[in-house]
């Protein structure tokens, strides 16, 4: 029996004693990591915000929508092919699958029919780009993320980061129907803000992964190495981050804060790089979701006048 076999037969046999509940409709919500998704909408939102152009309110709450289910759709696939790991992790051996709470193919079905019934959603009530740009991310996700560089590389959240990057460029192309600099600005934003965010946690998670066989970068090239490299993303982080005011997508307001708070996000690396323990790692990890939600709740702010204008005609229309 291979090793790989073994693995996946020890996560199915999880928690010895236990009996398999019968799988209920929060263990299935959970399987769609709720609070990753949360995120992921808000950023897609944002990429509809600041696009220009409009779309009828009506399919706007549909582009979120299909954003989110395949947000959550991946995830699921995630949790079925990583089961494994997830049984020997203390931060995911609840979940779902490894507690014996929903059947891994169970798992697997309801992952995928999401992605495909969002992706065609996206195609037929929005446009075709925004469904193959949807698509697109949840491939990257499930295999070149979990499949091909999760085990394999501590490059994995570097390369594998592009999926959770791809939202706000959904967003942007439900109403241009076009890619354009402007959406491949807010994609980098994501991009480059996933190194230090996700290592951060890997950091004060070192154990968890190493137990797991997980290649993270903490793991493979030493908790040195990994704070250096943080503190670097979050120096290139900066000028990214303004790229928006650059491009006319935000005004003063936006481009300040993005000083503040990518100044604030280099402090919580340099202190990362200084101190022995986790303290100031399990800080810059909060601070890093904080960061990036307040940059592109800035950005819609920055849109709001116009936004309320334009929903104010198409609801005024309707009635």
Known sequence: ??????????????????????????????????????????SGYAGMAVAPGELHPVLAAV????????????????????RDIDAV????????????????????????????????????????????????????????????????????????GAAGAFPPMIGWAAVTGEVSIGSIALFLLIFMWTPPHFWALALYRRGDYAAAGVPMLPVVAGEASTKRQMLLYTLLLLPVALAPCFLGLAGIVYGAAAVVLGLLFVLCAVRVLRETGYKSAKQMFAFSVLYLFLLFALLVVDRAPGLLGTWGLHLGGAA
């Open 89 to 160: 992790m203390s931060r995911t051996r609840n979940r779902p699958i490894p507690a014996g709470r929903v059947e891994p193919e169970s798992a697997l079905a309801f992952g995928v029919f999401l992605s495909a019934a969002s992706v065609m959603m996206m195609g037929l009530a929005v446009n075709w780009l925004a469904a193959g740009l949807l698509l697109l991310a949840c491939l990257f996700y499930v295999f070149v993320y979990t499949i091909w560089l999760k085990r394999r590389t501590p490059q994995n959240i570097v390369i594998g």
């Open 1 to 42: 029996m291979s090793d790989t076999a073994i693995d996946m037969t020890a996560a199915e046999t999880a928690a010895p004693g236990r009996a398999r509940a019968e799988a209920g409709v929060g263990d299935y919500v959970a399987l769609l990591k709720p609070r990753v998704m949360s995120l992921v909408v808000f």
């Open 63 to 82: 582009a979120v929508l299909c954003i989110a289910v395949s947000a959550g759709a991946a995830g699921a696939i995630n949790m079925w092919y990583d």
